[in-house]
């Protein structure tokens, strides 16, 4: 934000008034002083001073710069930066003010004189041809940028995807575990991850809990017996790589390289590959991505009425994720094999022996869970802690309840005579939506997951693959595959997320579009002008997808479409300028000069707004940022990731409506203007159709040149007399 600033107000700098102009004149009788040498002599003076221009800046951005001898920076290294840089800029005005070429300037003529531009515009517009000629040329290049776009993008995503620097990794294993057998475990897999190279802390917890984390909604896996929160080392303390190099030959330059065995996405790959030779457990990592939380992206449920069908389509979809190419960390919600044990008991038999059924229920309790007896809080806790009772651990199995006794009018009487125990399949949960029973299949995708995809051209290419290309895919399996009858299915996760967010600024653009529509055409009292205006939206939106193939990214539904429809509010303003220009000028002159003089008297604010404000998003196109304290910049920092796609989309998509409209504007008025004339035979026939005043005359005046084709008129001949101009006698 602050080098955009900078680079805005650097180009403004020029047009400043008052003491910008007296500073201009004393610069220029400086350089008119070193006119008295010999050229040659100033000429060779203008390297060293752009050199000492290069070194203030390059001291300005890093205090060390010259300094690097030990001697310290910070603000003394920056404050010299500064009078280095405003030194070396006054001196090279100076010495480029004196080599400049002046040559004698032309006799004004008077009169409107017609620049190259006017000629132009003037070509496609004073003909009724060319008008029809540009429309074509640019529907054809909108259309061709789309259809090239739609086979040559590079995927769509929900958010940026950007450097990792906290992930969560979950530790699965089946099985009755204990809490300290499930610790045991955990510790193998936190020895791991502190000896991995890039983690800087971790924070380990066995069993069920653990620290909260926007998750953006991914819960745990069913299996998971502890999981281990890490912190990878911070993007800007990482370990770099000093890369030293002349430019030119002779100007030093060096630059630092962060280590690539420490990028985020390759410490977690890393870290995965370690994790996955421990035996008896598995692994996932979920990444903690900044922005927007997320689970992960590829996310099927499965619902039905049908219990079993539902277990045979969920087997079947993970089955097809396991083989498709480019997932991880795939699981399901299927209840985990297991056994509990149920404890029936005999009412009638209860009740012949006198025992009480809610004693028998305190007796199995004693062996279980404990009986509640009250709650009570501590000053270590918020919440309160439960008091119970039951036996030594010792006696906590279940062979306790075949020698337990309970008191009853007859005596003790063993529970074994009017109590049965058996095992029975674990259930787990039952989840329902839409009162529906369903199943989730979900998975991940590898950050480095790419595939081979053959154009219409018939050449191949390496492309990266994206959610959105696996859920095309698998969902073409399942439109085709024979589940069970009745089981339907549906993307959540990311999927319904990027269809909301979609959605909303769908109708956020059309609401913007609508809005100014209303307050055009209050404006100009014309329509055809209100729509003229708003179809640089379309134009912006193919420099936008020109934008992502130059820059080879993916198509953001947050960044991108907020750029989007940021931009329907930039670039209707040039369109604004011309027309209401041209209205003014078509009062006093005719409409297609004014046409002519509008375009030419307005292509240089039109250039000046358009190039100030992509220069100054440039930088952060780029992923440029600029330390103007500490000195220095980086380029790709997570921060920086953020805005290099709405950056790109307002860089090109402005650009690009800038250069159609100058065209596209001055084409559309001259075609309407032809049209009004009656330069095409088609328009005029479908004005004469109508039943308006105008549809009358045009049909009545059709009518009586039909009829005066018809007429023959009468020959009329005639012979000249020769006057007498001699006078009577």
Do not use: C
């Not at 450097?163 to 193998?188: C, F, H, M, W």
């Not at 040039?574 to 002159?589: A, F, H, P, R, W």
């Amino acid at each position: 934000v602050l080098s955009a600033s900078l680079v805005v107000a650097l180009i403004y700098l020029p047009v400043l008034g008052g003491v910008s102009g007296g500073i201009s004149q004393v610069f220029g009788d400086a350089s008119q002083t070193l006119r008295q040498l010999p050229w040659l002599v100033r000429a060779l003076l203008v390297p060293p001073t752009l050199y000492g221009l290069f070194v203030g800046a390059m001291q300005l951005l890093n205090p060390h710069y010259l300094l690097s001898d030990g001697r310290p920076g910070g603000l003394w290294g920056v404050l010299m930066g500064i009078a280095l840089f405003l030194i070396s800029a006054v001196i090279s005005s100076i010495v480029m003010g004196s080599v400049e070429v002046r040559w004698h300037k032309r006799r004004i003529t008077s009169g409107h004189q017609r620049t190259s531009f006017g000629y132009f515009i003037k070509f496609i517009t004073g003909n009724p041809v060319m008008p029809v000629v540009t429309l074509a040329g640019v529907v054809g290049f909108v259309v061709i940028t789309f259809q090239t776009f739609s086979t040559n993008n590079n995927g769509v995503e929900f958010f940026v995807a950007t450097e990792p620097e906290q992930a969560i990794v979950y530790v699965q294993a089946r099985g009755n575990l204990s809490v300290r057998e499930k610790d045991t475990l955990l510790k193998q897999a936190e020895l791991i991850i502190l000896n991995t190279p890039g983690v800087q802390s971790t924070f380990a917890f066995a069993g069920e809990g653990g620290l909260l984390a926007n998750t953006g909604g991914a819960g745990a896996p069913l299996d998971t017996i502890g999981q281990a929160q890490i912190e990878l080392i911070p993007w800007g303390d990482r370990p770099t790589i000093q890369n030293t190099r002349k430019i030119l030959g002779f100007i030093p330059w060096t630059s630092s390289t962060m280590d690539i065995a420490y990028d985020g996405n390759l410490v977690l790959n890393n870290l995965q590959n370690r994790l996955d030779v421990i035996p008896g457990i598995k692994t996932q990592i979920l990444n903690l991505a900044m922005g927007p939380a997320s689970a992960k992206p590829v996310h099927l449920r499965l619902k039905g009425d049908d219990w079993d069908d539902l277990l045979t389509a969920t087997s079947l979809a993970r089955q097809k994720f396991e083989n498709t190419e480019g997932l991880s960390a795939i699981e399901d919600t299927l209840p985990l094999p297991g056994i509990d044990w149920r404890i029936d008991v005999d009412i009638e038999k209860a009740g012949r022996y006198g025992a009480n059924v809610a004693t028998v229920g305190s007796m199995v309790q004693l062996v279980t869970r404990g009986i509640l007896l009250d709650t009570m809080r501590v000053e270590s806790s918020d919440e309160e802690i439960e008091i119970r009772v039951r036996f030594p651990e010792q006696d906590r199995v279940l062979s306790t309840l075949d020698t337990l006794k309970v008191r009853t009018p007859n005596g003790l009487i063993p529970l074994s005579n009017f109590i049965s125990r058996k095992p029975v399949a674990k259930l787990g949960q039952i989840t329902r939506v839409d009162r529906k029973r369903f199943f989730d299949v979900k998975a991940g995708v590898h950050s480095d997951a790419t595939k081979i995809a053959i154009g219409e051209d018939g050449i191949s290419r390496e492309i990266k693959m994206t959610p959105s290309e696996i859920i095309k895919e698998i969902s073409a399996w399942l439109d085709a595959s024979s589940l069970p009858q009745g089981i339907e299915w549906e993307w959540t996760g990311d999927q319904e997320d990027e269809a909301e967010s979609g959605a909303f600024l769908t109708n956020a653009f059309m609401g913007a579009l609508g809005l100014m529509f209303i307050i055009l055409l209050a404006q100009f009292n014309s329509i055809y002008n209100s729509i003229l205006v708003l179809l640089a939206v379309i134009l912006s939106t193919t420099g936008v997808l020109i934008g992502m193939l130059v820059m080879d990214q993916a198509f953001s539904i947050i960044m991108t479409g907020t750029g989007i429809v940021a931009l329907a509010g930039i670039v209707v303003n040039n369109n604004i300028v011309l027309i209401d220009t041209y209205q003014e000028y078509s009062t006093y002159m005719p409409r297609l000069e004014a046409i002519t003089r509008t375009a030419e008297a307005r292509i240089r604010p039109v250039l000046l707004t358009t190039i100030t404000t992509m220069a100054g998003l440039t930088p952060m196109m780029f992923g440029l940022s600029l330390d103007f304290i500490g000195g220095g910049y980086t380029v790709d920092s997570p921060t920086a990731l953020w805005w290099k796609q709405l950056a790109t989309a307002v860089v090109f998509g402005l650009g690009t409506a800038t250069m159609l409209t100058l065209v596209f504007t001055p084409a559309m008025l001259a075609l309407r203007i032809w049209t009004v004339s009656g330069a095409y035979g088609a328009a005029l026939a479908i004005r004469a159709s109508s039943w308006t005043g105008e549809g009358r005359r045009i049909r009545e005046d059709y009518r009586l040149s039909k009829a005066a084709k018809k007429y023959k008129g009468h020959e009329i001949s005639w012979e000249d007399d020769t006057l007498d101009t001699e006078p009577s006698k």
